[in-house]
Protein backbone atom coordinates (compact mmCIF):
# COMPACT_ATOMS: atom_id res chain seq x y z
CA UNK A 1 0.00 0.00 0.00
CA UNK A 2 1.44 3.18 -1.40
CA UNK A 3 1.25 6.18 1.57
CA UNK A 4 1.73 10.05 1.01
CA UNK A 5 1.42 12.82 3.35
CA UNK A 6 -2.22 13.82 3.48
CA UNK A 7 -0.52 17.64 2.38
CA UNK A 8 1.01 15.93 -0.66
CA UNK A 9 -2.53 14.43 -1.10
CA UNK A 10 -4.58 17.75 -0.59
CA UNK A 11 -2.16 20.67 -0.60
CA UNK A 12 -3.52 24.01 0.14
CA UNK A 13 -5.10 25.37 -2.93
CA UNK A 14 -3.35 28.56 -4.83
CA UNK A 15 -6.17 30.13 -5.91
CA UNK A 16 -9.46 30.74 -3.61
CA UNK A 17 -12.72 31.13 -5.17
CA UNK A 18 -13.28 34.79 -4.20
CA UNK A 19 -9.54 35.55 -5.96
CA UNK A 20 -10.83 33.64 -8.96
CA UNK A 21 -14.26 35.94 -8.66
CA UNK A 22 -11.66 38.67 -7.58
CA UNK A 23 -9.71 38.39 -11.25
CA UNK A 24 -13.12 38.41 -13.43
CA UNK A 25 -13.97 35.29 -13.96
CA UNK A 26 -17.86 34.81 -13.13
CA UNK A 27 -19.11 31.34 -11.27
CA UNK A 28 -20.53 28.80 -13.32
CA UNK A 29 -19.66 25.84 -15.43
CA UNK A 30 -16.24 27.30 -16.44
CA UNK A 31 -15.70 28.06 -13.18
CA UNK A 32 -16.10 24.73 -11.98
CA UNK A 33 -13.40 23.96 -15.09
CA UNK A 34 -10.41 26.29 -14.21
CA UNK A 35 -10.28 25.20 -10.15
CA UNK A 36 -10.80 21.63 -11.61
CA UNK A 37 -7.50 22.46 -14.10
CA UNK A 38 -5.71 24.47 -11.47
CA UNK A 39 -5.99 22.02 -9.08
CA UNK A 40 -5.03 19.04 -11.33
CA UNK A 41 -1.41 21.10 -12.66
CA UNK A 42 -0.77 21.65 -8.93
CA UNK A 43 -0.82 18.47 -8.19
CA UNK A 44 1.00 17.48 -11.07
CA UNK A 45 3.74 20.29 -9.50
CA UNK A 46 3.39 22.36 -12.68
CA UNK A 47 2.16 25.18 -10.40
CA UNK A 48 3.66 26.14 -7.10
CA UNK A 49 2.50 29.82 -6.70
CA UNK A 50 0.09 32.24 -7.19
CA UNK A 51 1.34 34.12 -9.86
CA UNK A 52 1.63 31.02 -12.01
CA UNK A 53 -1.53 29.92 -11.44
CA UNK A 54 -3.33 33.06 -11.95
CA UNK A 55 -0.89 33.64 -15.15
CA UNK A 56 -2.25 29.98 -16.50
CA UNK A 57 -5.82 31.34 -15.68
CA UNK A 58 -5.29 33.93 -18.48
CA UNK A 59 -3.56 31.79 -20.48
CA UNK A 60 -6.37 29.27 -20.63
CA UNK A 61 -8.90 32.06 -20.61
CA UNK A 62 -6.99 33.58 -23.66
CA UNK A 63 -7.35 30.12 -25.33
CA UNK A 64 -11.63 30.10 -25.29
Same mark, same amino acid.
Given at each position: ?13 ? /????? /?????? #? ?9 ? #? /? #?? +? ?7 ? #??? +? /? ?6 ? +???
Amino acid at each position: KLYLPSLELYPETL /LACDE /LIGHGV #RPGPRFKELLT #R /L #RD +AQLLGDLTS #REQ +A /LARVDQWL +AES
